[in-house]
């Protein structure tokens, strides 16, 4: 009993189903005939096309069209097949043959099953050329092999070594992910390592032995690993050689990267300027965190986590962002509410209104355009277009800060007004209405002197810094004030 034998989903063309097309055919003038025809089998994918095999010969069309048969026929008889002994070194051997619309053979595959090679000459997939085999040309023949059985899975058993190898580059592959972390560059995160490496395993049962699938399923995987490989220059460098090409390709990533982004240089100090000063320096932190997010490290699927977190965040902030702005709203419409006040209080707090409506208006937009982009089409579209913008990256940290730019703008004025009314409504100037005034200006340079103490804290604690500005002046008031032997001793009770 034959493999196919076993399998539901597999036919065996017989000789009368073959015979009818060349039988059709000879009725209409064609004298196409052949007594191969029950050589051939139809093997089906388990994706559901078919194939035909007749033990040597592997073809993707029709067989049983008389043309494409005598095409395949001239074909193999062109490149000796048809001399092949099954018996000796060709038992092992296969080829797969392509037909054009000519009914000229213009493709050949040959196929080594006993070495898990093939080439697209006989010289090259031979047994005596293994021996003779560089890693990297072995490494693509094989990858054409995998590629064959992937596509033709059902006619031959799974070959063995597919499983060793397939738990072999997993193993790797996991271990790669644990010592390099989010600088792994292999195909595979170390959570599909695992789940490919329980499913392999299950894979062993002999439940599957027949099973066309498992053979489909273990050649994708290993076709998929040759390619990485191929790409890696896998067997070509030495380990000082493969280290530093890995640090060059990524430098050369990054400086592609940031290339066509950034703007005119005479662009550059206005942009810094209007940045630092307009917009309070925060696209700088939208920037970091668009370049992040898109950054590659060789693997989409980080790509795709990276374009999902960063959707999540800007979410999360614009939505904090129209809840302070909306109440600030609120607040600021009260205050312009009150009669009799001065102009500077209605100004600060018309400016303020706008500035949060601008916020709210941005944010909600934002929100809504933002929250249903998950795709991956959709991340690769908004990069492009970020990087084909008039100002490149600067420009669109620029939009982005938008919803907080215009909420601190908010704030100050709002703050601007609210001092403005105090200082309105306390001015008869009197001895009470002056105290009055004190305290308030008192009072508010103490809570601003805090506020901007807890900015600026908050901004800078994430840099690392060796030397602190307070320690700078102590250290430049001590020199200024004690003598050379007075500061040797401060130094050492210091």
């Known amino acids: ?15 009368d189903q073959l015979e009818l097309r060349s039988n059709i055919s000879e009725k209409e003038g064609s004298s196409t005939k052949s007594s191969s025809h029950n050589d051939w089998r139809v093997f089906v994918h388990p994706q559901g096309s078919i194939y035909f095999s007749n033990g040597q010969i592997v073809v ?22 048809d001399t092949w002994n099954s018996e000796g ?18 493709f050949a595959l040959f196929v080594n099953h006993a070495h898990c090679v093939a080439a697209h000459t006989l010289e090259h997939a031979q ?8 890693p990297e040309t072995l490494n693509r023949r094989r990858r054409l092999y995998w590629n064959f059985m992937w596509t033709h899975p059902a006619h031959r058993p799974c070959p063995p070594r597919a499983v060793p190898d397939v738990c072999d580059a997993l193993t790797w592959f996991y271990a790669d992910n644990l010592i390099s972390g989010t600088d792994s560059v292999v195909p595979f995160s170390k959570e599909e390592c695992e789940d490919l490496s329980r499913r392999v395993k299950e894979l062993a049962s002999p439940c599957y032995e027949q099973s066309s699938a498992k053979t489909s399923f273990l050649s994708w995987l290993l076709r998929e690993i040759c390619s990485f490989r191929n790409a890696e220059s896998y067997g070509q460098l030495t380990r000082r050689e493969f280290s530093d090409r890995r640090q060059d390709k990524y430098k050369q990533h990054k400086a592609h990267a940031r290339s066509p982004n950034n703007p005119a240089s005479f662009m550059l100090p206005v942009l810094h300027l209007i940045i630092n000063t307009v917009f309070f320096g925060i696209p700088y932190s939208y920037m970091r965190l668009v370049k ?21 965040r800007l979410v999360r902030e614009y939505s904090h962002f129209l809840l302070i702005s909306t109440v600030l709203l609120s607040a600021t419409v009260g205050l312009l509410a009150v009669p009799s006040v001065s102009r500077i209080v209605d100004v600060a707090a018309l400016v303020s209104a706008f500035s949060s409506l601008g916020s709210i208006i941005v944010g909600v937009f934002a929100i809504w355009r933002h929250q249903a982009k998950f795709r991956t089409s959709d991340s690769f579209t908004y990069m492009r277009n970020i990087q084909h913008n008039l100002l490149g990256f600067y420009g669109h940290a620029m939009l982005l800060s938008l919803p907080p730019v215009l909420l601190v703008w908010a704030i100050v004025t709002f703050t601007i007004s609210t001092l403005a009314y105090a200082l309105d409504s306390l001015g ?67």
């Open 1 to 15: 009993m034959t493999r196919s034998d076993t399998l539901d989903t597999i036919a065996i063309l017989e000789g």
């Open 428 to 494: 008869n100037h009197d001895v009470a209405d002056w105290i009055a005034v004190g305290v308030v200006l008192v009072i508010f340079v103490c809570i601003l002197g805090m506020v901007a103490l807890a900015l600026y804290t908050l901004t800078m604690i994430w840099t690392y810094h060796n030397d602190y500005w307070w320690t700078r002046i102590g250290r430049a008031f001590r020199k200024g004030i004690f003598p050379k032997r007075s500061r040797q001793i401060v130094d050492m009770i210091v």
């Open 127 to 134: 047994d005596e050329a293994i021996a003779d085999m560089d």
């Open 89 to 106: 070194p060709e038992r092992e051997m296969e080829v797969q043959l392509n037909i054009n619309r000519k009914g000229e053979c213009n």
């Open 292 to 312: 992040q997010s898109f950054e590659y490290r060789g693997r989409l699927a980080g790509m795709q986590a990276n374009w999902e977190t960063y959707i999540e």
């Open 60 to 81: 993707d069309q029709d067989v049983r069209d008389p043309e494409v048969l005598s095409g395949i026929q001239y074909g193999a008889s062109s490149l000796g097949i």
